[in-house]
């Protein structure tokens, strides 16, 4: 059975689909069979993966209405080796359509249980509000990874997320749980990054995951290029920062 996770937080911009792309890319050079799910009209997981977005004849829109199946909407990615449910800017009718059909908030976990026994991992990247599609991301999960940037605002917002994730645990998926907080776009020259890291550890201990991803300009490159960061400049520090993320998950999922 494969792990479920999402990958979310409802600020923008904080890393939530550079951490989905490269930890899809960094678990699937450790072997693992990764299923990357964009949940994010912007698209930005799929072009990230080396998917043109305005080439796909189904996507996760198709999927979550009943009008294409996972097994034909899904896509290899080359450049990072893992599988992609793509996503494009149809996608931001789901909310709306979705609202009409039974069940509504577990069409994803419905499409995912399809293809669960191809994967060892399926990372959802969500997009960033608490939106129909943020839970639906949310039901279909084992556990949230939130990545957070140490900066003075970090925490604020922080708490909405969490009182969403408990209000699904307690309603919707009681496998539910937070598996960490990743510190991403880590600068250790700041003394306010350091602080704000030292807090996140003094607060939520071993719920910060022990990895920390610094700002590496490789990882904004990679992109444009249609590549993960890990496979696009695999010595850079943000690249092994990823894979050393992947290894931690890796031993995390044991203990689940
Ligand atoms: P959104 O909320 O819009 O979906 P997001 O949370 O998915 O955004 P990203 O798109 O991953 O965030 O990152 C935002 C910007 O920061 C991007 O330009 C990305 O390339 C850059 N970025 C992310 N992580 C790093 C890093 N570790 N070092 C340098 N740049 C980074
Ligand atoms: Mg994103």
Same mark, same amino acid.
């Given at each position: 059975m494969?792990?479920?996770?999402?990958v979310a937080n409802q600020k923008g911009g904080v890393g939530k689909t550079t951490t989905a792309v490269n930890l899809a890319a960094g678990l699937a050079q450790l072997d693992q069979r990764v299923l990357l799910v964009d949940l994010d009209p912007q698209g930005n997981a799929t072009m990230g993966a080396g998917i043109n977005k305005s080439e796909l004849t189904a996507?996760?829109?198709e999927v979550l209405l009943g009008l294409s199946d996972i097994q034909t909407a899904r896509?290899?990615?080359?450049?990072?080796k893992f599988d992609v449910?793509?996503?494009n800017r149809e996608l931001a009718g789901a909310e709306v359509e979705m609202v009409e059909l039974e069940n509504r908030e577990k069409r994803l976990k419905d499409a995912i249980a399809l293809v669960d026994a191809d994967y060892d991992f399926v990372l959802i990247d969500c997009p960033p509000a %608490? /939106?129909?599609?943020?839970?639906?991301g949310l039901c279909a999960a084992h556990g949230v990874i939130i990545p957070m940037q140490c900066e003075y605002y970090a925490l604020e917002? %922080? /708490?909405d997320l969490v009182n969403t994730i408990k209000k699904v645990h307690a309603k919707?998926?009681?496998?539910?749980k937070i598996i960490g907080l990743l510190r991403v776009m880590f600068d250790p020259r700041m003394t306010l990054s350091q602080q704000v890291s030292a807090q996140l550890e003094q607060h939520f201990g071993d719920k910060v995951f022990k990895t920390i991803i610094p700002r590496?300009?490789?990882?904004?490159?990679?992109?444009?290029?249609?590549?993960p960061g890990v496979s696009f400049d695999p010595a850079s520090k943000g690249a092994q920062a990823y894979i050393a993320f992947g290894a931690e998950m890796v031993q995390r999922i044991k203990s689940l």
């Open positions: 494969a792990k479920i996770f999402c996507s996760v829109y896509k290899h990615s080359e450049t990072g449910l793509p996503a %608490l /939106s129909m599609l943020t839970l639906n917002g %922080l /708490s919707l998926n009681t496998d539910l590496n300009v490789r990882l904004a490159e990679a992109p444009s290029y249609g590549m």
